[in-house]
C-alpha cells in the first residue's frame, strides 16, 4: 500500500450536481495530483497542487477546481455534473514535481446518472 | 497522434514467458514512468527512468532516449502480473503526465 487514501469509494451522482472528492497524501509529500480515467484510457491530468498552492492544469473546464490544505491532503470539486464526468478520479502524492516518483491512491468510481 | 503510445494493446502470455512491452513518445521528456493497474483501479508505480535501465525484482525496464521508445520486460512470468502496465511522460519537473492508453496483459498458468 502506497499510504495515499482517497474517499470515497464509490459515488453515484445525478447531472447537475455537484461532488467533493478527497485524498490524503502520503507522509512527507508536499505534492498531490488529480487525474480523471475513463474506462479504458490511459489517466488525464486534472491539475497539481504543490504547498496548498496550484502548480499546473490539464485540459478541464472552470468547473473542475481543487484545493490543497495545509496538511497537504486535497479535494477535487466538479460543479454541474455531465455524464461523460463518469470516471474513475485517482490522486497521487510526490514528493516534488513530475520527476519524483508519484503514489497512487485507489481512486474514486464516480457514476453520473 | 497521442504523444504516448504502447504497443501490443492487449497481450497473452503462459506463465514463464518473456514478456516485453513497449512505449514509444513524439515529444521531449525529462523522465518516463511505467506503471502498474490492477482491476479495481489502484496504480502502482514501477519505475521512474531517464536514461538506461533499471531491474527491480523480475521486472526491467529499459529507456532510449535518441529513439523516444521505452520498454519494460517481465521475466519468468506468472499469473499474478496479469495487470494494465501504463507508460507516462513528464516533460520537465513542473510539466504534467501525459499517459498512454495502457496494455492489458494476461498471463494464464
Redesign the interface.
Known amino acids: 500500500e502506497t499510504g495515499v487514501t482517497q474517499s470515497p469509494t464509490h459515488l453515484i451522482k445525478t447531472r447537475g450536481q455537484q461532488v467533493t472528492l478527497r485524498c490524503s497524501s502520503q507522509s512527507g509529500h508536499n505534492t498531490v495530483s488529480w487525474y480523471q480515467q475513463a474506462l479504458g484510457q490511459g489517466p488525464q491530468f486534472i491539475f497539481q497542487y504543490y504547498r496548498e498552492e496550484e502548480n499546473g492544469r490539464g485540459n478541464f473546464p472552470p468547473r473542475f477546481s481543487g484545493l490543497q490544505f495545509p496538511n497537504y491532503s486535497s479535494e477535487l470539486n466538479v460543479n454541474a455534473l455531465e455524464l461523460d464526468d463518469s470516471a474513475l478520479y485517482l490522486c497521487a502524492s510526490s514528493s516534488g514535481g513530475f520527476t519524483d516518483t508519484q503514489y497512487f491512491g485507489p481512486g474514486t468510481r464516480l457514476t453520473v446518472l | 497522434k497521442n504523444e504516448?503510445e504502447q504497443s501490443p494493446q492487449n497481450l497473452t502470455a503462459q506463465e514463464g514467458e518473456f514478456i516485453t512491452i513497449n512505449c514509444s513518445y513524439s515529444v521531449g521528456i525529462?523522465?518516463l514512468?511505467w506503471?502498474q493497474q490492477h482491476p479495481?483501479?489502484?496504480?502502482?508505480?514501477l519505475f521512474?527512468l531517464?536514461s538506461g535501465k533499471k531491474k527491480h525484482g523480475r521486472l526491467i525496464a529499459t529507456i532510449n532516449i535518441q529513439e523516444k521508445h521505452s520498454s519494460l520486460h517481465i521475466t519468468a512470468s506468472h499469473p499474478r502480473d496479469s495487470a494494465v502496465y501504463?507508460c507516462?511522460v513528464?516533460r520537465?519537473?513542473?510539466?504534467?503526465?501525459?499517459?498512454?492508453?495502457?496494455i492489458t496483459l494476461s498471463v494464464r498458468p
Do not use: E, P, R, W
Not at chain 2, 479495481?40 to 508505480?45: A, N, P
Open positions: 504516448v525529462s523522465a514512468h506503471l479495481g483501479g489502484g496504480i502502482v508505480s521512474m531517464s501504463i507516462a513528464s520537465g519537473a513542473n510539466s504534467k503526465l501525459t499517459f498512454g492508453k495502457g
